[in-house]
Antibody, heavy 123, light 108 residues
Framework: QVQLQQSGPGLVKPSQTLSLTCSIS??????????WNWIRQSPSGGLEWLGRTYYRTRWYSHYAVSVKNRINITADTSQNQVSLHLHFMTPEDTAVYFC?????????????WGQGSLVSVSS | SDLTQDPSVSVALGQTVRITCQGDSLRGFFANWYQQKPGQAPVLVIH???NRPSGIPDRFSASDSGTTASLTITGAQAEDEADYYC????????????FGGGTRLTVL
Protein backbone atom coordinates (compact mmCIF):
# COMPACT_ATOMS: atom_id res chain seq x y z
CA GLN A 1 0.00 0.00 0.00
CA VAL A 2 1.50 3.29 -1.09
CA GLN A 3 1.49 6.05 1.48
CA LEU A 4 2.76 9.61 1.62
CA GLN A 5 3.71 11.06 4.99
CA GLN A 6 4.45 14.74 5.28
CA SER A 7 6.61 16.52 7.83
CA GLY A 8 7.83 20.04 8.41
CA PRO A 9 7.25 23.22 10.40
CA GLY A 10 3.83 24.72 10.97
CA LEU A 11 5.08 28.27 11.34
CA VAL A 12 7.46 30.22 9.14
CA LYS A 13 8.54 33.85 9.46
CA PRO A 14 8.11 36.26 6.55
CA SER A 15 11.02 36.24 4.09
CA GLN A 16 12.18 32.83 5.30
CA THR A 17 12.18 29.54 3.39
CA LEU A 18 9.56 26.85 3.91
CA SER A 19 10.88 23.32 3.70
CA LEU A 20 8.46 20.39 3.76
CA THR A 21 9.25 16.72 3.25
CA CYS A 22 7.09 13.94 1.87
CA SER A 23 8.22 10.42 2.78
CA ILE A 24 7.13 7.78 0.29
CA SER A 25 6.39 4.19 1.23
CA UNK A 26 5.32 1.51 -1.19
CA UNK A 27 6.71 3.27 -4.27
CA UNK A 28 10.00 4.76 -5.35
CA UNK A 29 10.75 8.44 -5.76
CA UNK A 30 12.86 7.31 -8.75
CA UNK A 31 9.92 5.57 -10.41
CA UNK A 32 10.05 5.71 -14.20
CA UNK A 33 6.33 6.41 -14.42
CA UNK A 34 5.27 8.44 -11.38
CA UNK A 35 5.83 12.09 -10.64
CA TRP A 36 5.78 13.75 -7.25
CA ASN A 37 3.87 16.95 -6.74
CA TRP A 38 3.22 19.70 -4.26
CA ILE A 39 -0.17 21.37 -4.07
CA ARG A 40 -1.46 23.93 -1.62
CA GLN A 41 -4.84 25.11 -0.43
CA SER A 42 -5.27 28.62 0.85
CA PRO A 43 -7.67 29.52 3.67
CA SER A 44 -10.11 30.72 1.01
CA GLY A 45 -10.29 27.13 -0.17
CA GLY A 46 -8.99 26.68 -3.70
CA LEU A 47 -6.33 24.16 -4.71
CA GLU A 48 -3.17 25.44 -6.37
CA TRP A 49 -0.66 23.10 -8.01
CA LEU A 50 2.89 24.28 -7.25
CA GLY A 51 5.16 21.90 -9.08
CA ARG A 52 6.46 18.38 -9.61
CA THR A 53 9.61 16.36 -10.03
CA TYR A 54 10.22 13.01 -11.66
CA TYR A 55 12.95 10.74 -12.93
CA ARG A 56 13.23 9.59 -16.56
CA THR A 57 16.94 8.69 -17.00
CA ARG A 58 17.53 12.08 -15.35
CA TRP A 59 15.62 14.33 -13.00
CA TYR A 60 13.08 16.85 -14.30
CA SER A 61 11.14 19.54 -12.46
CA HIS A 62 8.29 21.80 -13.55
CA TYR A 63 6.84 24.67 -11.58
CA ALA A 64 3.72 26.81 -11.62
CA VAL A 65 4.25 30.24 -13.11
CA SER A 66 3.01 31.88 -9.91
CA VAL A 67 5.92 30.51 -7.84
CA LYS A 68 8.57 29.48 -10.35
CA ASN A 69 11.06 32.16 -9.27
CA ARG A 70 11.15 31.03 -5.64
CA ILE A 71 10.41 27.30 -5.56
CA ASN A 72 12.54 24.22 -5.66
CA ILE A 73 11.34 20.60 -5.46
CA THR A 74 14.02 18.02 -4.80
CA ALA A 75 14.21 14.26 -4.41
CA ASP A 76 16.31 12.30 -1.95
CA THR A 77 16.70 8.79 -3.30
CA SER A 78 18.50 7.52 -0.19
CA GLN A 79 15.53 8.47 2.00
CA ASN A 80 12.85 7.95 -0.67
CA GLN A 81 11.56 11.43 -0.07
CA VAL A 82 10.58 14.49 -2.03
CA SER A 83 10.91 17.96 -0.57
CA LEU A 84 9.40 21.37 -1.23
CA HIS A 85 11.46 24.50 -0.68
CA LEU A 86 9.53 27.76 -1.06
CA HIS A 87 11.63 30.86 -0.56
CA PHE A 88 10.76 34.41 0.47
CA MET A 89 7.57 33.39 2.22
CA THR A 90 4.85 35.99 2.80
CA PRO A 91 1.57 35.82 4.72
CA GLU A 92 -0.13 35.08 1.38
CA ASP A 93 1.69 31.73 1.39
CA THR A 94 -0.27 30.64 4.46
CA ALA A 95 -1.98 27.45 3.36
CA VAL A 96 -2.31 23.72 3.79
CA TYR A 97 0.38 22.06 1.69
CA PHE A 98 -0.08 18.60 0.21
CA CYS A 99 2.26 16.25 -1.56
CA UNK A 100 0.61 14.02 -4.15
CA UNK A 101 1.52 11.40 -6.71
CA UNK A 102 0.75 11.33 -10.41
CA UNK A 103 1.05 7.60 -11.12
CA UNK A 104 1.73 7.95 -14.83
CA UNK A 105 -0.44 8.20 -17.92
CA UNK A 106 -1.33 11.08 -20.16
CA UNK A 107 -3.82 13.03 -18.10
CA UNK A 108 -1.91 13.79 -14.89
CA UNK A 109 -4.29 12.76 -12.14
CA UNK A 110 -3.34 12.72 -8.46
CA UNK A 111 -4.16 9.29 -7.09
CA UNK A 112 -2.47 9.57 -3.70
CA TRP A 113 -2.20 12.49 -1.33
CA GLY A 114 -0.30 13.20 1.82
CA GLN A 115 -2.18 14.16 4.94
CA GLY A 116 -1.56 17.87 4.46
CA SER A 117 0.58 20.30 6.43
CA LEU A 118 -0.84 23.56 7.72
CA VAL A 119 1.77 26.29 7.32
CA SER A 120 1.28 29.76 8.74
CA VAL A 121 3.48 32.68 7.83
CA SER A 122 3.77 35.15 10.64
CA SER A 123 6.41 37.05 12.57
CA SER B 1 -5.07 28.85 -18.80
CA ASP B 2 -7.88 28.62 -16.24
CA LEU B 3 -10.60 26.16 -15.30
CA THR B 4 -13.94 27.61 -14.19
CA GLN B 5 -16.44 25.93 -11.86
CA ASP B 6 -19.68 27.12 -10.34
CA PRO B 7 -19.00 27.96 -6.68
CA SER B 8 -21.98 26.02 -5.37
CA VAL B 9 -24.59 23.52 -6.46
CA SER B 10 -27.34 21.80 -4.53
CA VAL B 11 -29.24 18.57 -5.13
CA ALA B 12 -32.10 16.81 -3.41
CA LEU B 13 -31.28 13.49 -1.82
CA GLY B 14 -31.48 10.72 -4.41
CA GLN B 15 -31.59 13.05 -7.38
CA THR B 16 -29.01 13.59 -10.11
CA VAL B 17 -26.60 16.51 -10.18
CA ARG B 18 -24.06 17.68 -12.72
CA ILE B 19 -20.98 19.68 -11.78
CA THR B 20 -19.23 21.43 -14.64
CA CYS B 21 -15.72 22.61 -15.37
CA GLN B 22 -14.91 24.91 -18.28
CA GLY B 23 -11.61 25.91 -19.86
CA ASP B 24 -9.60 25.93 -23.07
CA SER B 25 -7.27 23.24 -21.72
CA LEU B 26 -10.17 20.78 -21.76
CA ARG B 27 -10.21 20.85 -25.53
CA GLY B 28 -6.98 18.86 -25.49
CA PHE B 29 -6.97 17.11 -22.13
CA PHE B 30 -9.53 15.22 -20.06
CA ALA B 31 -10.48 16.61 -16.68
CA ASN B 32 -9.84 14.72 -13.48
CA TRP B 33 -12.20 15.09 -10.54
CA TYR B 34 -11.59 15.19 -6.79
CA GLN B 35 -13.88 15.14 -3.78
CA GLN B 36 -12.79 16.92 -0.64
CA LYS B 37 -14.53 16.82 2.73
CA PRO B 38 -13.71 19.26 5.55
CA GLY B 39 -10.35 18.69 7.14
CA GLN B 40 -9.37 15.94 4.69
CA ALA B 41 -7.11 15.64 1.68
CA PRO B 42 -8.84 15.48 -1.69
CA VAL B 43 -9.81 12.07 -3.02
CA LEU B 44 -9.70 11.18 -6.71
CA VAL B 45 -13.15 10.16 -7.95
CA ILE B 46 -12.73 10.21 -11.74
CA HIS B 47 -9.65 10.30 -13.97
CA UNK B 48 -9.19 10.42 -17.70
CA UNK B 49 -12.16 9.87 -19.99
CA UNK B 50 -14.42 8.33 -17.32
CA ASN B 51 -12.41 6.08 -15.02
CA ARG B 52 -13.31 5.47 -11.40
CA PRO B 53 -10.60 4.37 -8.97
CA SER B 54 -11.28 1.32 -6.89
CA GLY B 55 -13.76 2.07 -4.12
CA ILE B 56 -15.51 4.97 -5.84
CA PRO B 57 -19.23 4.26 -6.25
CA ASP B 58 -20.58 3.89 -9.77
CA ARG B 59 -23.00 6.75 -9.21
CA PHE B 60 -20.04 8.99 -10.12
CA SER B 61 -19.43 9.43 -13.84
CA ALA B 62 -17.84 11.98 -16.15
CA SER B 63 -18.34 13.31 -19.64
CA ASP B 64 -16.88 16.03 -21.78
CA SER B 65 -17.84 18.22 -24.71
CA GLY B 66 -15.46 20.72 -26.24
CA THR B 67 -14.19 22.97 -23.49
CA THR B 68 -16.60 21.69 -20.83
CA ALA B 69 -16.16 18.67 -18.59
CA SER B 70 -18.90 17.39 -16.33
CA LEU B 71 -19.04 15.22 -13.24
CA THR B 72 -22.44 13.60 -12.74
CA ILE B 73 -23.66 12.04 -9.52
CA THR B 74 -26.68 9.85 -10.21
CA GLY B 75 -28.72 9.37 -7.06
CA ALA B 76 -26.82 11.70 -4.75
CA GLN B 77 -26.32 10.51 -1.19
CA ALA B 78 -25.83 12.52 1.96
CA GLU B 79 -22.18 11.47 2.08
CA ASP B 80 -21.59 13.08 -1.32
CA GLU B 81 -21.87 16.53 0.25
CA ALA B 82 -18.39 17.93 -0.27
CA ASP B 83 -16.26 20.23 -2.38
CA TYR B 84 -15.46 19.00 -5.87
CA TYR B 85 -12.45 20.12 -7.90
CA CYS B 86 -11.51 19.51 -11.51
CA UNK B 87 -7.95 19.53 -12.79
CA UNK B 88 -6.21 19.05 -16.11
CA UNK B 89 -2.95 19.56 -17.86
CA UNK B 90 -2.37 23.16 -18.84
CA UNK B 91 -2.76 23.81 -22.55
CA UNK B 92 -0.23 26.66 -22.43
CA UNK B 93 2.48 24.39 -21.01
CA UNK B 94 1.42 20.78 -20.85
CA UNK B 95 3.99 19.89 -18.20
CA UNK B 96 1.94 21.94 -15.76
CA UNK B 97 -1.34 21.20 -13.98
CA UNK B 98 -4.23 23.53 -13.27
CA PHE B 99 -7.22 23.28 -10.93
CA GLY B 100 -10.69 24.68 -11.09
CA GLY B 101 -11.86 26.87 -8.24
CA GLY B 102 -14.05 24.15 -6.79
CA THR B 103 -17.80 23.55 -6.41
CA ARG B 104 -19.44 23.07 -3.05
CA LEU B 105 -22.16 20.44 -3.34
CA THR B 106 -25.00 20.56 -0.86
CA VAL B 107 -27.31 17.54 -0.59
CA LEU B 108 -30.74 18.66 0.62
Amino acid sequence: QVQLQQSGPGLVKPSQTLSLTCSISGDSVSSNSASWNWIRQSPSGGLEWLGRTYYRTRWYSHYAVSVKNRINITADTSQNQVSLHLHFMTPEDTAVYFCARIPGGSYYWFDLWGQGSLVSVSS
Amino acid sequence: SDLTQDPSVSVALGQTVRITCQGDSLRGFFANWYQQKPGQAPVLVIHGKNNRPSGIPDRFSASDSGTTASLTITGAQAEDEADYYCSSRDKTNNHLVIFGGGTRLTVL
